[in-house]
């Protein structure tokens, strides 16, 4: 069945965010959705998903349409596993909580079951045949048995699309699937979706211009919230990446004001560090130094152990304490705060905003990045405030300064995390997949902010990327990892 918008039109808390939509999506076509950031391709996969209604106009569309969002972790799907998914550091955590078939079957069990002969779980929802079908379809019929919390990135993403396609719906809407994959990763999931696309089920996603898959028929560019132009997927993809390059403003990175902190020659150091859940080394024999000054590439593929490194940097990794570990000149645990270490690192990672409210305005967001809270709780001063308004200006944010996070694109919202780590003008940057959700001119703006910034003022930076153009020509200094050892340092 066909879906069709009639001059339908769609806000977010009276935001007027999509206008006057008259589009037909044909049955056995299959479309990619592109755009700038802030240009409502989010907005538009959830309304066809009937998660936001028209304000004016209609839509009419099958029943059976399934929404794979940006969000790709489990904590949205599973309840009570929640609390599973966020303690994934923690080793006692990741031995207890449910598995991928518990999650997949809807019989995930309540949190603290002790005896589980008193625990009413329902019928498994799908037939032993369909379901390993199409885990094997997806390559996780060996990870059923697995923890959720043990699952790299990339099983993480492939688990919860094939959730959606167990439902067998006529339409699948995928956000944003290929971000924050290695390259092995994104070359298999599109190989995945290209055979349901041959199996009958419509696919709709939003993506990246270098990451539209063969497979597709039609691509629908979006700008400020109307279709710009619908076209054939054999045109010239390169035609898209419209130049909207600003020029940086030296005068307002000069007048930044350096934070000022403790001189130091070591910004982290590892010798011989191991992190084991289970059985299993998320790090082995793990060794690096990164000095003051230094600015490195930090790679490898889902599960390669990225995470878990940045995870004993910031303190939020148990196991930091039986590691021997030098932050800042300074070995952990001999008595220094979490705080001591936060307030030195501007820190960006894709599940930072879970820890937000969704109220809070993007002003007030940055302005938190000077305290290292989830929020903001003192009254700035004078200086702190302009402050906030140069790096809402720099970022080129201050138009949604005053908008909450909710109603924010993928891309805006990076866009206020990355001005938030950057605002207190932190000695060192950890940032994990800073550009994910940027349209591509914007990547490239902020790439080249961040390498004036960080030569300017002699920042120490640790960038994690999968993609090599992301990374800004400050970066010299590269560390590849392989299931938790280093197989490349130079």
């Known amino acids: 069945m066909d879906i069709t918008f009639n001059s339908a039109s769609f806000a977010k808390n009276e935001f007027l965010i ?27 996969l959830e309304a066809t998903a009937s998660k936001v209604f028209p304000k004016k106009g209609s839509i009419s569309k099958p029943k059976d349409i399934e929404l794979v969002p940006s969000d790709y972790s489990f904590h949205k799907f599973v309840g009570t596993a929640y609390q599973y998914y966020q303690q994934r550091y923690h080793a006692y955590d990741s031995e207890i909580g449910p598995t991928l078939y518990e999650v997949l079957q809807d019989q995930v069990k309540p949190i603290g079951t002790i005896d589980e002969k008193s625990v009413f779980l329902k019928d498994a929802l799908y037939e032993r045949e369909h379901l390993m ?27 919860l699309l094939a959730r959606s396609v167990l439902k067998n719906p006529s339409w699948l809407l995928l956000d944003s699937p290929f971000t924050g994959l290695d390259k092995e990763s994104r070359v298999l999931i599109q190989d995945i979706l290209s055979k349901i696309a041959k199996k009958g089920i419509g696919i709709i996603l939003v993506c990246g211009i270098d990451d539209v898959p063969k497979f597709i028929d039609k691509i629908i560019v979006l700008k400020d919230g109307k279709i710009e132009s619908i076209s054939d997927s054999n045109m010239e993809l390169n035609s898209l990446k419209l130049s909207m390059k600003k020029e940086l403003n030296i005068d307002l990175i000069k007048k930044l004001r350096l934070g000022t902190f403790d001189e130091f020659e070591i910004a982290m150091k590892f ?39 940045l995870s004993l940097v910031t303190a939020d ?34 599940e930072l905003q879970l820890y937000f409210p969704r109220n809070i305005k993007v002003w007030k967001l940055v302005a938190s990045g000077l305290f290292d809270t989830a929020g903001l709780f003192k009254k700035l001063t004078q200086d702190q405030e302009e402050t906030v308004n140069d790096y809402l200006s720099l970022l080129g944010i201050s138009n949604i300064s005053e908008r909450p996070l909710s109603q924010l694109s993928a891309g805006e919202k990076r866009l206020a995390f990355l001005c ?8 060192m940057l950890i940032l994990d997949e800073p550009c994910q959700g940027l349209d591509y001119s914007q990547m490239v703006y902020f790439r080249e902010i961040l390498n004036e910034i960080v030569v300017s003022f002699n920042k120490t930076m640790v960038y994690v990327t999968h993609y090599e153009d992301e990374i800004p020509n400050c970066v010299n200094k590269r560390l590849d990892l392989s299931e938790g050892q280093v197989i490349n340092l130079k």
């Open 271 to 309: 010798h011989n560090a191991n992190v084991i859940y289970g059985s299993k080394y998320a790090l082995k024999d793990f060794s690096w130094t990164v000095k003051k000054g230094e600015n490195w590439a930090l790679m490898g593929p889902n599960g390669s152990g990225k995470s878990t490194v």
């Open 420 to 427: 938030r780590a950057l605002v207190k003008n932190p000695p």
């Open 317 to 350: 990794n148990p196991q930091a304490y039986r590691n021997d570990i030098i932050l800042f000149d300074r070995k952990r645990g001999t008595g220094e705060s979490i705080w001591d270490i936060k307030r030195k690192i501007g820190f960006v990672s894709a």
């Open 18 to 44: 999509l206008k006057d939509i008259d589009l037909s999506l044909e049955s056995g076509i299959h479309y990619a959705i592109l755009g700038l950031m802030g240009s409502g391709k989010t907005t538009f």
């Open 133 to 159: 079908q199409i885990c094997k379809l997806f390559r996780i019929d060996h990870l059923l048995e697995r923890k959720i919390t043990s699952l790299s990135t990339g099983e993480t993403r492939r688990s």
